[in-house]
């Protein structure tokens, strides 16, 4: 998915469980 | 004068600061490249989710962090990310950039489509941060107390958070009183720029519906 689409909780959880890029 | 326990707690925070940023090609793709507005948009929000990625883990370095609640510290990065954005891209702006690089940057925001109500205030908070000639220690310090503000909507155990914030909030006021020994108002003054951040946060929703409209 592209980054715009993300919402900022979901980038904050999956950076929190260290993955990023999915 | 500082602790040895203060001095160690600045210069991880910095050391913290300095290795998560924007990756450099990114970075620079936003100096060299010349884009339409689609592209600006794509790149923005790309360095956006990057920004809020290196945040993450620059947040897990704070001592103390990884030992609050889990939902508490998604509340914490979630009520803190727009305010430590811009923080972060004060900063870029505080730095002496090669000659005309500022020039750029501005101008690629101020091409963004954002509307100039909005426009305004950021820039203007800019250049209240770039008066006041922070040092990096004052910058790692200042996101650090941002992110952890006990009173962001739903966080459950503030006094927990309150425990990590004070002692940051300690070193910061002592670090004001080595590295601006003249201005005795310093410490008073990069509390005030939280006050302006918090409207800045406030007003990013709004912005961002500006930006998507445009």
């Known amino acids: 998915a592209s980054g715009n689409t993300i919402g900022l909780e979901a980038i904050i959880r999956k950076a929190l469980m260290g993955k990023y890029d999915e | ?214």
């Open chain 2, 1 to 214: 004068e500082l602790s040895q326990d203060q001095q160690a707690l600045i210069s991880y925070i910095v050391d913290a600061h300095n290795k998560h940023r924007i990756p450099q090609d990114m970075a620079k793709k936003l100096l060299q490249e010349q884009f339409n507005a689609e592209e600006n948009f794509l790149l923005l929000t790309e360095m956006a989710t990057s920004h809020v990625q290196v945040l993450v883990e620059f947040t897990k370095n704070i001592p103390g962090f990884q030992s609050l609640d889990h939902e508490d510290q998604i509340a914490l990065l979630k009520g803190s990310a727009v305010e430590a954005m811009f923080l972060r891209s004060a900063q870029v702006f505080t730095k002496k950039l090669p000659n005309g690089h500022t020039e750029v940057l501005e101008d690629r925001i101020r091409r963004s489509g954002i509307s100039e109500e909005f426009m305004t205030p950021m820039f203007n908070f800019y250049k209240s941060i770039g008066e006041l000639q922070m040092m990096q220690e004052e910058h790692a310090l200042l996101t650090a107390i941002t992110i952890l503000s006990p009173d962001r909507p739903y966080v459950k155990d503030q006094q927990a958070v309150e425990r990590l914030q004070e002692p940051m909030l300690e070193v910061l006021r002592k670090v004001c009183k080595l590295q601006h020994p003249q201005e005795p108002q310093h410490f008073a003054r990069l509390l005030g720029r939280l006050t302006e951040l918090r409207t800045l946060n406030h007003h990013h929703a709004e912005m961002l519906e500006s930006w998507r409209m445009s």
